[in-house]
């Protein structure tokens, strides 16, 4: 007999393929082929579980599955206790830029935090609570004041860049947690969430000297991944759609800005730079492939994601490669397919 799925989740399934977008949940209901792709990610997952990162370009036409694959992951992650964050990119939202949208897309991942309790996102203040709560357990085993636990847990930030003040940011969270300020939790949150705009707010609200900024990106997110790492999950995976978007700007220097911030998370990534990280971009393989304008125009990029000559000249994919590319569905895969989403109509689990 088959297993019966959710009625909700049928039913998210069910309005999502009707809207001709990616179901949030269920994906496992519908997941057919890219073995070998899925298995990649799961190596990668189990790496900054373990402490190291990863970073990965999925490239694909548009309607071969790059966003269906990165929700997989999403979910994949979530199963393994890691943290995600995800976001679409834009003309507004950017790696770099100069008026807000490298700040505004760091905003939208923050928001998007999830776990395996919050799936939907809006996780940071939940990963924070527990923080202090394994804190006061450590504190009470240790014999010591929950305050000294918590300095002596978030120390190691102090060596990353502005994790000075992320540390007095995390702390008078913790302060307004203990002493139901609401007032407090909120200024962290904003600080967190990068919704300060001038170095004066940030002050007087929390004493800190700085805020995240466009020129923040990559250093807050690797401070908050070390965070999360100390408030007990395995890492942070942030997974960014729609990276065609830094191959349509218009002008060539903020463009090459982009393509210098992509190297620069590729080499932390790989150099052991970063820890508890793992970065998942979807592209179109002419945004990196096109050698006047996609990423394969940087010329430290494309030495960097060079195709595995050797594999290629024996007919075989390298997988460990920065960049995944996914084909087409062959028509048996996409005959199970079907076979899925019927299943899923019936209320069924399918095979």
Request: proline letters at 3%; charged letters at 25%; glycine letters at 8%.
């Amino acid at each position: 007999m088959a297993n019966k799925i959710r009625p909700k989740v049928r039913d998210g399934i069910v309005q999502a393929l009707s809207a001709g977008v990616v179901p949030i949940v269920g994906l496992q209901h519908l997941q057919v082929g890219r073995m070998n792709e899925v298995s990649a990610c799961i190596k990668d997952i189990d790496r900054i579980a373990d402490g190291g990162a990863a970073f990965r370009l999925v490239a694909g036409e548009y309607g071969s599955g790059k966003t269906f694959y990165l929700h997989l992951v999403k979910q994949v992650a979530l199963e393994r206790k890691l943290v995600t964050a995800h976001a679409d990119m834009s003309p507004e939202r950017r790696l770099v830029g100069t008026g807000g949208q490298a700040r505004r897309l760091y905003s939208e991942l923050v928001s998007n935090l999830s776990t395996r309790s919050r799936p939907d996102g809006n996780a940071l203040s939940g990963i924070i609570e527990r923080f202090i709560t394994e804190a006061r357990t450590k504190a009470q085993e240790a014999n010591i004041p929950t305050e000294e636990m918590i300095n002596q847990l978030l120390a190691p930030l102090h060596e990353m860049v502005s994790g000075y003040d992320m540390v007095t940011v995390i702390r008078a969270y913790c302060r307004g947690y203990e002493n139901n300020n609401d007032a407090l939790i909120e200024h962290a949150m904003r600080w967190l969430r990068a919704e300060y705009t001038t170095k004066t707010e940030a002050r007087e609200d929390l004493g800190v000297r700085t805020f995240i900024d466009d020129s923040m990106f990559f250093d807050g997110l690797q401070l908050l991944a070390r965070f999360i790492s100390i408030a007990g999950y395995g890492g942070l995976m942030v997974l960014l759609d729609e990276g065609v978007n830094l191959f349509k700007i218009a002008h060539t220097q903020p463009r090459v800005s982009n393509y210098e911030m992509v190297l620069r998370i590729l080499n932390g990534s790989l150099q052991g730079e970063s820890a508890h990280f793992g970065v998942m971009i979807g592209f179109t393989p002419e945004s990196i492939f096109d050698p006047r304008r996609g990423l394969f125009s940087y010329e430290a990029l494309a030495s960097r994601l060079a195709k595995n000559r050797f594999a290629e000249k024996a007919g075989l994919v390298d997988y460990t490669q920065p960049i995944i590319s996914l084909q087409s569905l062959t028509p048996e895969e996409l005959f199970i397919l079907l076979g899925n989403i019927r299943s899923v109509f019936a209320g069924e689990a399918g095979a």
